[in-house]
């Protein structure tokens, strides 16, 4: 039994279980929904050029964000947009290097991204891999101030590390493009780089590149929910401005 004045809330979250259900299963037998472009997913193409132009590499990391826990989506988002910028890399002949931290896991995951994308051009030096996060930022900062790439892709569940390789970033001179779900790291995204993916927006883009069907359709379904709950809420406002309390009958 449902404890007195759970059943409403208990109610939506069938509701909302059902919406994502309904949309994943339409997605994956084939009526795969549209995501709209994202200003942060088409700049890969203007970063990538300016490395070409100039000659300088291009690097990657998505923080130290693990494949475990509530880091996975965002981690997961950034592997694949890695795999996209790899992509266009090796075909525009750019010098492409990522630098995991310590989700070890990443490794062959990204290696094999690279891989694929560069096939016989592949070297081992275009993945490094580093044990901790002061490790990570101490490898930034002497590799892009020896380097000075064109571009720094920052995407992934980033925490403290952002502001260190975001402005080792600009200090060499980078275009830049950060991206992360965690909302203490959101302002460093939005001062240091030149675009960004903020929020929900990196797990979208993660799963515009990937193509995963599953993962559209959740995009779609949360999108749903996010809409009704936004109009239950103005239905309540609207409620109690002509005296209705709304609020009471949901919370039988």
């Known amino acids: 039994m449902l404890k007195t004045g759970l059943y409403s809330a208990f109610a939506m979250l069938l509701i909302s279980i059902a919406i994502f259900v309904y949309l994943i299963y339409r ?14 997913l088409e700049a890969f193409n203007e970063l990538i050029g300016r490395a070409v132009e100039t000659g300088r590499p291009v690097y990657y990391s998505t923080g130290v964000g693990r494949l ?4 996975m989506s965002m981690t997961m988002a ?3 947009l890695l795999g996209y910028a790899a992509k266009l890399s090796a075909s525009n002949g750019a010098e492409f290097k990522y ?10 995951i990204a290696e094999d991204m690279v891989k ?18 002061p490790a990570l930022k101490s490898a930034v900062v002497g590799t892009y101030e020896r380097e000075k790439p064109a571009a720094n892709f920052v995407l992934g569940a980033l925490y403290w590390e952002t502001v260190v390789i975001c ?34 927006e990196l ?3 993660g799963a515009y590149v990937s193509g995963e069907k ?23 406002m609207l409620g109690g401005i002509f005296g209705i309390n709304i609020a009471t009958w949901l919370s039988v």
Do not use: H, N
């Not at 997605?27 to 942060?40: D, Q, T």
């Not at 016989?120 to 901790?132: G, H, I, L, M």
């Not at 599953?214 to 309540?236: C, P, T």
């Open 27 to 40: 997605s994956v037998k084939g009526e795969v929904p549209k995501i709209r472009r994202i200003p942060g």
């Open 68 to 71: 475990t826990g509530g880091d």
């Open 78 to 80: 950034g592997l694949s």
């Open 99 to 108: 630098i995991a931290a310590v989700a070890a896991e990443a490794v062959p």
């Open 116 to 133: 694929t994308a560069y096939g016989e051009r592949y070297r081992s030096d275009q993945v490094t891999f580093v044990p901790t996060q």
């Open 167 to 200: 402005e080792a970033g600009a200090r060499a001179g980078a275009m830049q493009i950060g991206g992360t779900g965690r909302l203490y790291q959101i302002p460093f995204i939005a001062s240091l780089c030149d675009y960004s993916l903020l929020g929900e």
């Open 203 to 205: 797990l979208a883009a």
């Open 214 to 236: 599953a993962q559209l359709g959740s995009i779609l379904a949360s999108d749903i929910v996010r809409i009704l709950v936004v109009a239950l809420s103005i239905l309540i």
